[in-house]
């Protein structure tokens, strides 16, 4: 079947195997802590062991719910933000076909909504759902997150004034608290089918519970296959995996070891286009978990070869602060060979009759050597094909190796108390009551 790969080959220029096994011990350490539940953050590690606890009683609600959607909907809005929606975009762009939105096989389109406060984005998503039939996906554990609050209402009163009320409430399914609650509250007393998010699992770390799960049932793909993946994925990155046969601790160490030689930006780089929100996903999950106390690496994100053509310039030679982790698929789903041209205007038939993935693959190789000559190191990590199977997999490996990691540079990888900060002020410049004062402020500060 294969294996997600962890290779270090093109970082031993620039730190050794010696100092990233120093990180072995707090690693290991760091591994106790998460499954004895002793770290920060302890009470929200449902995250964990989930994919293992998820019985087929569940998924079969879920996969229930998927079909009742599809078969009333030519679209499904997922409301959502964060870690609410990124890990769904993510499995649903990475599995689907490139160009889904302009085809037609049998399943809705997913949209989006809530995830920004863009007044022309939802004006023109109104302006579709007229002519379209659909349902909603609603998700936040509090109801009161202000991007998919507001789209719900929009989104909410217009499916009602499409399909009446009764009808409406058959199409709307939300994903939040088990008891408390905004959304909670609307949703039992509207009726509404629900699913809860636990109350130990953060929206970052989210999407092998229903916050994924039934976006993606609903594309079409098989939920069952990704959560063996990720089950997968919890075993082979446990405790009781040794540190030198253990992806996600592997991973962790070399990152870490590169942060302490000056290496603070990690660039994830794919070749593969369906890995961009993959990339948007993991860019949150590491964000969020690490960036406290003035400390973590930032994580950036590249495709290439497309970027190639506008960052590779800086990467090759701007500051010597980043760092690649370059994530390959091994097995192409489809396979293209380049034709062969008589005139060969553009001198490029010595690559014709090979694959595109033969020609990807030595950009991909090419290029690790040039950024590595220019100052870069690259972690190299590979899985075998892009498939339900392996998604679940790759995503429970980085939930692990970023709590580890989190928990080596001693901060909490759960939390986000930084994120309250731009809440507050809008919140003031919009007039909430109670934050008169705060307003004040702010206006003058800004001069409005």
Sequence with gaps: MGELKVNLNNILDFVSKEEVNTFKTKIEESQRKLESKSGKGNDF????????????????????????????????????????????????EALGNSFAQLQNNGNPHIIFAGQNICEDYHAELIQLLNG????????????????????????????EGKVGKAEAAKRIVA?????????????????????????DVGGRYSVLTPVGLLPIAIAGFDIRKLVEGAVAGEKNTSANIPFEQNPACIYAAARNALYGKGKNVEIMVNYTP???????????????????????????????TS??????????????????TVISIEKPA??????????????????????YSEVNRMAELGTIVAHNDGGVPCISISIPELSDYWIGYTLYFFERACAISGYVLNVNPFDQPGVEAYKKNMFALLGKPGFEEQSKTLRTRLGI
Excluded at 69 to 90: E, M, N, P, W
Excluded at 315 to 324: D, K, T, V
Excluded at 334 to 355: E, V
């Design 132 to 159: 379209k039939n659909y349902s909603i996906v609603v998700i936040s554990k509090s109801g009161t997150t202000t991007e998919p609050a507001i789209a719900f209402r929009l989104l909410k009163q217009h499916l």
């Design 274 to 304: 369906k890995l961009h929100y993959l990339t948007e996903w993991w860019k949150q999950l590491y964000g969020e978990s690490e960036g406290k106390e003035n400390k973590g690496i930032f994580p950036a994100g590249v495709d290439f």
């Design 175 to 199: 994903i939040t608290d088990q008891s408390k609650g905004a959304l909670r509250k609307l949703a039992d007393s509207e009726g509404y089918r629900t699913f809860v998010i636990p109350d």
């Design 334 to 355: 489809h396979q293209l060979t380049i034709p062969n041209d008589p005139a060969n205007l553009d001198q490029l038939n010595f690559i014709s009759g090979k694959r």
């Design 45 to 92: 590690l449902g995250w964990l062991t989930l994919p293992g606890s998820i019985t087929p009683t569940h998924l079969a609600d879920i996969e229930q719910t998927a079909r009742d959607l599809r078969g009333k909907s030519d679209i499904v809005v997922v409301i959502g933000i964060g870690g609410s929606y990124l890990g769904a975009k993510a499995v649903i």
């Design 307 to 324: 970027d190639l053509h506008s960052m590779g310039q800086y990467i090759q030679e701007g500051e010597r602060l980043i760092f690649e």
